[in-house]
T-cell receptor, first 111, second 112 residues
Framework: ELKVEQNPLFLSMQEGKNYTIYCNYSTTSDRLYWYRQDPGKSLESLFVLLSNGAVKQEGRLMASLDTKARLSTLHITAAVHDLSATYFCAVERGGADGLTFGKGTHLIIQP | NAGVTQTPKFRILKIGQSMTLQCAQDMNHNYMYWYRQDPGMGLKLIYYSVGAGITDKGEVPNGYNVSRSTTEDFPLRLELAAPSQTSVYFC???????????FGPGTRLTVT
């Protein structure tokens, strides 16, 4: 059974600081996705990582994938309040059998 | 493009009632999915479909049924609603795999 663990599950940080969210998964996969969810809203796709060593950046967010360690990271640089949200990583085993999600990291960025 | 649409947005059911959650997409995606999200948790896959007429169970299919008669629509049927089915239900679609999934706005369901 594929398990996906995120940590931390809750993070409160100040604007301007850097931080990293970690996503570990239990079985071999080279397909990892990051999503953002605002309170009461749907999920918005952030990054799709499809190979070992993949790195993608969008604004203050950067995601990477290490398939050998079964680890993905989402790094936040110089956080701003607008990045406050819940961030989910999700792993696809292959084929079309959907995504397995972590529990999410609830991020609050305070001025 | 409307993307992925879901109806209704909210619904309250009594125990034992049945209902159908509607999902439609206008992106001509072959792959469609139903997930549920319980409070403070990630999403769990209920059912998925890789094309019209083809469906398969996900991680938590008990108490649900699906059908896929067209590429655009993927309704989720709840039979004999139970309090454990209180959740937010998201429908998603993708062009193929491995491609990002696009999520609908969700249906918040309460069973009392």
């Amino acid at each position: 059974e594929l398990k996906v663990e995120q940590n931390p599950l809750f993070l409160s940080m100040q604007e301007g600081k850097n931080y990293t969210i970690y996503c570990n998964y239990s079985t071999t996969s080279d397909r990892l996705y990051w999503y953002r969810q605002d309170p009461g809203k749907s999920l918005e796709s952030l990054f799709v990582l499809l190979s070992n060593g993949a790195v993608k950046q969008e604004g203050r967010l950067m995601a990477s994938l290490d398939t050998k360690a079964r680890l993905s990271t989402l790094h936040i640089t110089a956080a701003v309040h607008d990045l406050s949200a819940t961030y989910f990583c999700a792993v696809e085993r292959g084929g079309a059998d959907g995504l397995t999600f972590g529990k999410g990291t609830h991020l609050i960025i305070q001025p | 493009n409307a993307g992925v649409t879901q109806t209704p947005k909210f619904r309250i059911l009594k125990i034992g009632q049945s209902m159908t959650l509607q999902c439609a997409q206008d992106m001509n995606h072959n792959y469609m999915y139903w997930y549920r999200q319980d409070p403070g948790m990630g999403l769990k896959l209920i059912y998925y479909s890789v094309g019209a007429g083809i469906t398969d169970k996900g991680e938590v299919p008990n108490g649900y049924n699906v059908s896929r008669s067209t590429t655009e629509d993927f309704p989720l049927r709840l039979e004999l609603a139970a309090p454990s089915q209180t959740s937010v239900y998201f429908c998603a679609s993708s062009y193929s795999t491995p491609y990002e999934q696009y999520f609908g706005p969700g249906t918040r369901l309460t069973v009392t």
